[in-house]
């Protein structure tokens, strides 16, 4: 907090108080940090409120999207960097289970949720080149925990 907030009660520190430090960080070029520290605040207060302190929390009028907004990022791997990944891979110490998903999903380049919410075995087995549909979910076993592919439909 800033110098003149430190020796304040916390029911003295008004959400315009606590915009204000978010703005300042942010100018500063860290919009997940002054998004952090309002989470901070709001636990702090939280946990006060908790404890039987009568106080206003102030994160609570200061909403995260009122601080910053991100863009999510797209980012894609070339053909050529695939290659290279793929290649690696198999010199790298790991389960074999581990080092399928990870082809699976170089292949595939869709996300495990993706890949459990299709629930389209066929359609998996033709990603991966398998002939039988057992060999698929022999495969996907480990990948998706719980979720069993005998489940899906065929």
């Given at each position: ?48 409120i ?18 910053a ?12 960097k ?16 581990i ?10 380049m ?5 890949l ?39």
């Amino acid at each position: 907090m800033p110098r003149h907030t430190k020796n304040r009660l916390l029911h003295e520190i008004t959400p315009d108080d606590l915009r204000a430090l978010c703005e300042k960080i942010v100018d500063r070029g860290a919009p997940a940090t002054a998004i952090h520290v309002r989470d901070i605040v709001k636990q702090i207060c939280g946990f006060a409120i908790l404890h039987g302190e009568k106080v206003a929390n102030p994160a609570d009028e200061v909403g995260p999207a009122s601080i910053a907004t991100f863009v999510p990022k797209d980012r894609s791997l070339s053909p050529s960097k695939i290659r290279v990944l793929l290649k690696q891979l198999e010199h790298v110490a790991t389960l074999p289970t581990i080092r399928l998903g990870i082809r699976l999903f170089l292949m595939t380049m869709a996300r495990k949720s993706e890949l459990q919410a299709t629930h389209d075995i066929r359609k998996v087995a033709l990603w991966l080149g398998h002939t039988s549909l057992q060999s698929t979910e022999a495969y996907l076993r480990p990948i998706c925990g719980p979720t069993s592919p005998r489940n899906w439909r065929r």
